[in-house]
T-cell receptor
Framework: SAVISQKPSRDICQRGTSLTIQCQVDSQVTMMFWYRQQPGQSLTLIATANQGSEATYESGFVIDKFPISRPNLTFSTLTVSNMSPEDSSIYLC??????FGSGTRLTVV | DAKTTQPTSMDCAEGRAANLPCNHSTISGNEYVYWYRQIHSQGPQYIIHGLKNNETNEMASLIITEDRKSSTLILPHATLRDTAVYYC?????????????????FGTGTLLAVQP
């Protein structure tokens, strides 16, 4: 199965700033998925990213807040823009419906 | 919205079988049932999945009722390291700009506490 490297593993950011999270896969994959896990909650799908097309966002998530890039079949980034404390969560990428990265723990102060 | 309901928490004695139930009464004919677990501060770990037939792998067994409205994940000999949140998920079709795929909609999961 694919191996995912997600960076950074954690960060503490000031409100109003932006953070870009990277997801690197050791093999080519068609679909990549970005999830958010708020404190004490389950995972919520943010968007699906396919190389060569724009990302598809789930209800409640918009591109201006969570822009996603998918430049090739092994890499994707998720940016959390204009952060507020409510964005404090774990952000995870996933590929092929089976494998998840270890996540990025974001704290906004 | 999640298509599954699970008990919030369960206890199991170490060495005994852990049986985790899941209801998915609105599941459609071509939708698979997936199980994942999440150990604190880690990403979800895939366990097993199935459509209609019972499935077994090195980690667990999955028993799906004939009407497919519920299933049970069985960990045959639970250890302390199996303490985690277990998610029962129905994989649903998903159209996106890149074409057709499937997506996992996570429910609230069951916190399994294995006791020594």
């Amino acid at each position: 199965s694919a191996v995912i490297s997600q960076k950074p593993s954690r960060d503490i950011c000031q409100r109003g700033t932006s953070l870009t999270i990277q997801c690197q896969v050791d093999s080519q994959v068609t679909m990549m998925f970005w999830y958010r896990q708020q404190p004490g909650q389950s995972l919520t799908l943010i968007a699906t990213a396919n190389q060569g097309s724009e990302a598809t966002y789930e209800s409640g998530f918009v591109i201006d807040k969570f822009p996603i890039s998918r430049p090739n079949l092994t890499f994707s980034t998720l940016t959390v823009s204009n952060m507020s404390p409510e964005d404090s969560s774990i952000y995870l990428c996933s590929v092929n419906g089976y494998t998840f990265g270890s996540g990025t723990r974001l704290t906004v102060v | 919205d999640a298509k599954t309901t699970q008990p919030t928490s369960m206890d199991c004695a170490e060495g005994r079988a852990a049986n985790l139930p899941c209801n998915h009464s609105t599941i459609s004919g071509n939708e698979y049932v997936y199980w994942y677990r999440q150990i604190h501060s880690q990403g979800p770990q895939y366990i097993i999945h199935g459509l209609k037939n019972n499935e077994t792998n090195e980690m667990a067994s999955l028993i799906i009722t004939e009407d497919r409205k519920s299933s049970t994940l069985i960990l045959p000999h639970a250890t302390l390291r199996d303490t985690a949140v277990y998610y029962c998920i129905v994989r649903v079709p998903h159209m996106n700009y890149g074409g057709a795929t499937n997506k996992l909609i996570f429910g609230t999961g069951t916190l399994l506490a294995v006791q020594p």
